[in-house]
């Protein structure tokens, strides 16, 4: 099957390495190749006899202008995708997006999924919880010498190759046309995870727990957490901390 990945970051390079693998034609495509969603220039070559695209890209931004850029990369891709033919576009988004209004990043990826459902195309939707590998990040962000501030968010994050598995299922599958949950097999609360990542990394601060601190203050309840009938990835948090 020729599939286009569109986007080269942590899920875009793991995905088309593994499509690859499999036996599959595989595209990338990306600013670094001359592809750019925002004015559409080299995507129609990108796509060009794909039978499905796979779209992982991510707003620079995670403010208001998030909202632009995917309104307008979208609209870019579902127009090349439909003048190449192309039979089923994939987009990775995010669990509880349509839960979290405050957040602007989140509303910017709601509209995404929108705008594909409203598409020309058969289409399959993977929302997958955060994942391990920006747990570290997260905590930088309300993180001093002292100590670590965190709300207690309930969280079931994911393996990055465990959500690439997910999609490599998807993409070489028949469209859903429907939206499809991947997370993690344990669920935390953020502090937890904080707790759990600086014994790993012999880190003596103390978690404080902060309902006011970082992006995930504005979550409430278990919006993050995945509904019944989500896939539940094998690889757990405290075995992958201590492989990396």
Avoid: C
Avoid at 20 to 40: E, I, K
Avoid at 57 to 69: C, K, L, V, Y
Wanted: no cysteine.
């Amino acid at each position: 099957m020729k599939i286009t990945v569109i986007g080269t970051g942590l899920i875009g390079s793991q995905l088309a390495a593994q499509l690859t693998a499999q036996g599959h034609d595989v595209t990338t495509a990306s600013l670094s190749s001359g592809v750019d969603l925002l004015t559409g220039a080299g995507l129609d070559e990108a796509v060009a006899g794909a039978h499905t695209v796979v779209n992982v890209t991510n707003s620079p931004t995670f403010d208001e202008q998030s909202i632009e850029f995917f309104r307008t990369t979208v609209g870019n891709l579902l127009a090349a995708g439909e003048r190449a033919g192309v039979r089923h576009q994939v987009v990775l988004s995010i669990v509880g997006v349509d839960e979290v209004p405050q957040l602007d990043y989140y509303r910017a990826k709601l509209l995404q999924e929108e705008l594909l459902r409203g598409g020309p195309t058969p289409y399959s939707i993977v929302r997958a919880t955060q994942f391990f590998e920006f747990m570290e990040p997260t905590m930088s962000w309300t993180s001093d010498e002292t100590a670590v501030r965190l709300p207690a968010t309930p969280l079931r994050p994911v393996a990055s190759a465990d959500v690439v598995d997910a999609l490599a299922d998807v993409a070489t599958g028949s469209p859903l046309n429907a939206v499809t949950e991947v997370a993690g097999p344990d669920t935390f609360t953020l502090d937890e995870i904080g707790r759990i990542t600086l014994a790993a990394r012999r880190d003596e601060r103390p978690v404080v727990v902060d309902d006011q601190a970082g992006l995930f203050a504005a979550v409430e309840g278990d919006a993050l957490t995945p509904g019944p009938g989500a896939r539940l990835a094998p690889t757990r948090y405290r075995d992958w901390l201590t492989g990396n």
